[in-house]
């Protein structure tokens, strides 16, 4: 099925471990984006990408790195995990264009660090 | 970048309209005023865009107001299962114009009852 397809769907974590957020996406969007969402908060972006080998911060971007070798990957990385990243990690994907396109958003992963 | 203000929380009668306001005051020429729901804690869910004209599609209807400064987003029969929190969002556009950050806000907690 076509969309954006999040792995794991949820973690946990000991402080201080790294590991991979993987995201996914078949329908040829240039656009990806990772965002964090906190109990009671909306989501905030934390990287985004407008295509292969290109990636910029967005609001949160401190202790995660990101890459994007291909179109339909865009793995979120945490370097060392900290409790202050617990969270529900969506990503999302879009075209690119300067007409207007919804984005499609993952079911999310949620990661807990103890 | 443009702001948005939206109530915290609204209340509907089941099969009653829902309108849902939005201001945007600071919104430039060339963005678009966007629509998302989030039902419980699962991904956002792409709901209507639109740039300066009234869009209608299956789920909602967006009227946006000639100044552009605020938009309504309706849902005509709201239903139990509208029950969500919807975010309207301003698509930032990148200085090359590719696509867009979206930025959300906290949006509103729409509560529809029977």
């Known amino acids: 099925n076509a969309g954006v397809t999040q792995t794991p769907k949820f973690q946990v974590l000991k402080t201080g471990q790294s590991m991979t957020l993987q995201c996914a996406q078949d329908?040829?969007?240039?656009?990806m984006s990772w965002y964090r969402q906190d109990p009671g908060m909306g989501l905030r972006l934390i990287h985004y990408?407008?295509?292969?080998?290109?990636?910029d911060q967005g609001e949160v971007p401190n202790g995660y790195n990101v890459s994007r070798s291909t179109t339909e990957d865009f793995p979120l990385r945490l370097l060392s995990a900290a409790p202050s990243q617990t969270s529900v990690y969506f990503c999302?994907?879009?075209?690119?264009?300067?007409?207007?396109?919804?984005?499609?958003f993952g079911s999310g992963t949620r990661l807990t660090v103890v | 970048d443009a702001k948005t203000t939206q109530p915290t929380s609204m209340d509907c009668a089941e099969g009653r309209a829902a309108n849902l306001p939005c201001n945007h005051s600071?919104?430039?020429?060339?963005?678009?005023v966007y629509w998302y729901r989030q039902i419980h804690s699962q991904g956002p869910q792409y709901i209507i865009h639109?740039?300066?004209n009234n869009e209608t599609n299956e789920m909602a209807s967006l009227i946006i107001t000639e100044d552009r400064k605020s938009s309504t987003l309706i849902l005509p029969h709201a239903t139990l299962r509208d029950t969500a929190v919807y975010y309207c969002?301003?698509?930032?556009?990148?200085?090359?114009?590719?696509?867009?950050?979206?930025?959300f806000g906290q949006g509103t907690e729409l509560s529809v009852k029977p």
């Open positions: 999302a994907s879009s075209y690119r264009g300067t007409a207007s396109y919804g984005y499609t």
């Open positions: 600071t919104i430039s020429g060339n963005e678009y």
């Open positions: 969002i301003v698509r930032v556009q990148l200085i090359y114009n590719q696509g867009g950050k979206l930025i």
């Open positions: 639109g740039l300066k």
């Open positions: 329908m040829n969007h240039e656009y």
């Open positions: 990408s407008v295509g292969a080998g290109i990636t």
